[in-house]
């Protein structure tokens, strides 16, 4: 699978599927030396199940699941009633640097008045970083604490890399970071200074991440991989600028476990295709025409 922000440091890695790609495209990874020691992962700890996310929708969303089936319109009475919801699977689930990526079949930095492929709110960046960048802002989805998000609030977990020091966010919903954590600290183990990273609520605090330290966003950008210290300042820019390269010195080797973890383990919810119910009048007009021919009969 190709993943954009490591193309020049994983050439084993096969060319991405499906659509999202937002703004100026992937990244121009660095080509760095960090991360001699390698991930040494413990494996999967499993397939994880979140319960229905939103009042409206009884799928659960699974991490590992494929996603997929066929998108729905929100409900009357339901937050964001009339927009689309689901249908987004795991061949789609990766984006860019840029936010507003990650969208199947759509391009474009922004998030305002789009749909929910994946049924997760993007994630929002305060005002308090937006610069003249406007579409990092957008008033629709609250605070980080807002407690109507699926999956709940807004959480940030810390991967400190015990090769070069290099500190990676994941930001997200409450359940999709719980989830992640998990398989990270299982799969990344030997690249991290400390397996046991507690999420800790996001928010939108500058000492914990920023737009412009994104590596890769996810799921409609409803997820975030950031770097501490990146400056992608490609982002206040227009769309076609191209994007800071990485550091050097960062540790690749941690980068490209939790890049691929979150895209192969990324909560996604599977639409099961609805089956309507054989209806209860079929057999019921088979009796009356029955009788019909038994009354003729006589």
């Not at 579409?135 to 609250?142: D, K, P, T």
């Not at 500058?206 to 770097?227: G, H, I, M």
Request: aromatic share 8%.
């Amino acid at each position: 699978m190709y993943i954009p922000i490591l193309s020049s440091i994983s050439k084993h890695l096969e060319r991405r599927k499906g659509g999202g790609g937002g703004g100026g495209g992937g990244g121009h990874g660095s080509s760095g030396k960090g991360g001699g020691k390698s991930s040494g992962g413990k494996g999967s700890s499993g397939s994880k199940t979140i319960p229905a996310v939103v009042p409206w929708m009884k799928s659960p969303a699974v991490s590992y699941g494929q996603g997929g089936g066929h998108p729905i319109v929100i409900p009357n009475g339901a937050l964001f009633a009339g927009r689309t919801a689901g249908g987004g699977n795991r061949t789609t689930v990766y984006g860019t640097k840029r936010y507003g990526s990650g969208y199947p079949g759509i391009s474009g930095s922004r998030v305002q008045d789009r749909g929910f492929p994946y049924i997760f709110w993007p994630v929002i960046w305060t005002s308090l970083f937006i610069g003249s960048a406007t579409y990092l802002y957008s008033n629709e989805f609250g605070l980080p604490g807002n407690l109507d998000r699926p999956g709940g609030i807004m959480m940030n977990a810390a991967f400190k890399s015990g090769v070069t020091g290099t500190v990676y966010r994941v930001v997200a919903d409450n359940a999709t970071v719980v989830a992640l954590c998990q398989e990270i600290s299982a799969k990344c183990s030997g690249s991290i200074a400390d397996s046991n990273s507690a999420p800790v609520a996001d928010s939108g605090d500058a000492s914990q991440a920023k737009p412009e330290q994104a590596v890769q966003y996810y799921r409609a950008s409803s997820v975030v991989l950031t770097l501490d210290g990146y400056n992608n300042s490609a982002i206040f820019a227009s769309d076609d600028t191209p994007d800071v390269a990485l550091p050097s010195n960062i540790d690749t080797q941690l980068l490209s476990c939790m890049n691929d973890t979150i895209g192969q383990a990324v909560p996604l919810v599977d639409f099961a295709p609805v089956r309507m119910p054989f209806p209860k009048i079929v057999p019921l007009l088979g009796v009356i025409v029955a009788l019909i021919y038994m009354i003729d009969d006589l």
